[in-house]
């Protein structure tokens, strides 16, 4: 009995150290290191380093550089992840994310672990309730470490990709009082967090828009629509006129028989109502071009939203003199010539303090420079303040 007893422990014992070896054979072998910097935490860093010079080629390269090392390591892991996530392949962004959580022991691959997911969810968003993973992902990393500025700093990046620009303000103030990793860059994100505030976006589209780095005709259309709500604010200050005369009941007829204003290429733009609706109202340099397309996609200048602007002061103002009031006169910009087809437009909007220059140094305005959505957000915050209409 006991002899067979030990004859099963034997084998048990054999298997056992099969299973083992196995398992140590299978294991991909590990690269002896050719220098003291050829370590997974120096990859790692450099890695990191490239990943937010946007060098994703050069990134990955050094984060498979830490896994030959030690194809164990966490960090390395979510940092592929990183690089997958900010090149779009979400799915292997994903598992290699899942990767560097599985593999997170120590305190710090624990915490870099929870920030890249912060990270991939709020570039993805393939999750409904994305900003609330990225909520637990951040307690998880406070609970560990209350003064880890990464964890404040992205999740801030979060809250701005989410519309809660309070709680993002939030974030970033937490970072410059830590002043540890990410000032600078929190910093600019403060400031930036300020203007949208100021620039009160009330609806869900200005919130968007507010986000764009260029704003495109169609964003201008549904700027003028939503946030300044120039239809409201025509039918309140353009005067009804009454025509008494008579008229043909038939010919009447025709003539209340409004054919809908539209564009060739809006049929399936996400903001076609507004388009349509400006494109009814009438603003000057947003009208279709001659072939009746809209062209939502062409990216707007300064010059051009002034031209805009100046065209609904005008309207709504009933002050037709607006128009040439400036023309003669000395611009006092340097990169402005008074004979350039839109000097009148800019001098109306900058004399009102709507729109100023861009450089308090130089003066420039710089006509044709994009406009930024948040600018773009603020200068029609500064319309409707000058026209008293909120």
Request: aromatic fraction near 12%; hydrophobic fraction near 40%.
């Given at each position: 009995m006991f002899h067979g007893y030990r004859i099963n422990k034997a084998l048990s014992l054999l298997m056992l150290f099969t299973a083992v070896l196995l398992i140590?054979?299978?294991?991909?072998?590990?690269?002896?290191?050719?220098?003291?910097?050829?370590?997974?935490?120096?990859h790692v860093f450099t890695g990191m380093k490239l990943l937010d010079q946007e060098k994703?080629?050069?990134?990955?390269r050094e984060f498979d550089l830490a896994l030959q090392l030690d194809h164990k390591?966490?960090?390395?892991?979510?940092?592929?992840?990183?690089?997958?996530?900010?090149?779009?392949?979400?799915?292997?962004?994903?598992?290699?994310?899942?990767?560097?959580?599985?593999?997170?022991?120590?305190?710090?691959?624990?915490?870099?672990?929870?920030v890249g997911n912060i990270r991939y969810f709020t570039q993805s968003k393939l999750e409904k309730k994305w900003l609330k993973i990225c909520k637990d992902e951040f307690d998880d990393a406070v609970k560990?470490?209350?003064?880890?500025?990464?964890?404040?700093?992205?999740?801030?990046?979060?809250?701005?990709?989410g519309y809660e620009f309070n709680s993002a303000g939030q974030m970033f103030t937490k970072v410059l009082e830590i002043k540890t990793d990410y000032v600078g860059k929190a910093?600019?994100?403060?400031?930036?967090?300020?203007?949208?505030?100021?620039?009160?976006?009330?609806?869900?589209?200005?919130?968007?828009?507010?986000?764009?780095?260029?704003i495109t005709r169609a964003d201008?259309?549904?700027?003028?629509?939503?946030?300044?709500?120039?239809?409201?604010?025509?039918?309140?200050r353009t005067p009804k006129t009454f025509d008494t005369s008579f008229k043909d009941p038939e010919k009447?007829?025709?003539?209340?028989?409004?054919?809908?204003?539209?564009?060739n290429d809006i049929m399936d733009h996400p903001l076609k109502a507004n388009i349509e609706g400006i494109l009814e109202i009438g603003v000057r340099g947003l009208e279709n071009n001659p072939q009746g397309n809209f062209q939502p996609a062409e990216v707007l200048n300064r010059a051009e939203y002034a031209m805009m602007l100046e065209d609904v002061l005008i309207k709504v103002?009933?002050?037709?003199?607006?128009?040439?009031?400036?023309?003669?006169?000395?611009?006092?910009?340097?990169?402005?010539?008074?004979?350039?087809?839109?000097?009148?437009?800019?001098?109306?909007?900058?004399?009102?303090?709507?729109m100023q220059a861009t450089d308090m140094t130089s003066g420039e305005f710089a006509p044709l420079k994009p406009v930024a959505g948040v600018d773009a957000l603020l200068i029609i915050r500064k319309v409707k303040d000058e026209l008293n209409f909120n």
């Open positions: 140590v054979a299978c294991s991909p072998a590990a690269r002896v290191p050719v220098s003291q910097l050829d370590t997974p935490e120096h994703y080629v050069d990134a990955q390591y966490s960090k390395a892991y979510t940092g592929i992840g990183l690089v997958k996530t900010y090149t779009a392949d979400f799915k292997r962004a994903g598992d290699n994310i899942e990767k560097g959580a599985k593999y997170a022991k120590a305190d710090d691959e624990i915490l870099f672990s929870k560990i470490d209350p003064k880890y500025s990464a964890a404040y700093y992205f999740m801030g990046l979060a809250y701005k990709q910093d600019s994100e403060w400031n930036f967090i300020q203007k949208v505030q100021r620039a009160m976006p009330g609806s869900v589209t200005g919130k968007q828009i507010a986000l764009v780095a260029r201008a259309a549904a700027l003028f629509m939503e946030e300044l709500k120039i239809d409201v604010l025509y039918k309140k009447a007829a025709q003539t209340a028989k409004k054919v809908k204003l539209t564009a103002t009933g002050d037709n003199a607006l128009a040439t009031k400036f023309i003669g006169s000395t611009s006092p910009f340097p990169d402005l010539r008074p004979d350039l087809p839109y000097f009148n437009s800019v001098m109306v909007v900058t004399s009102r303090g709507i």
